[in-house]
């Protein structure tokens, strides 16, 4: 809507003020919506390394019972299973 020059300077104040609070209203908006989904991504990352460290457990495990593996390479896989878990844990 356009005002006209004899419009009293009290409705351009307020119309001014308006638009300033509504545009930092959406901007207000915007940045806590982005928040929101850092978090959820943030959350998410969580989740899945901790579902990663629960599904190599146990697919180390079916290995271990079902592979045709010998007892050295076992060992060694059990050892490197122990690493991966920490370095996944230390970065999650």
Do not use: P
């Amino acid at each position: 809507m356009f005002y006209s020059q004899t419009s009293d300077t009290g409705s351009f104040i307020r119309r001014t003020i308006e638009i300033v609070v509504w545009n930092n209203v959406e901007s207000f908006k915007f940045y806590l919506f982005m928040i929101f989904l850092f978090f959820v991504c943030f959350i998410g990352i969580i989740i899945l390394a901790y579902s990663w460290n629960k599904l190599s457990s146990f697919l180390f495990l079916i290995y271990f019972k079902f592979g045709k593996a010998g007892s050295g390479e076992t060992g060694l896989l059990f050892l490197y299973s122990i690493k991966f878990k920490h370095l996944l844990w230390e970065f999650a």
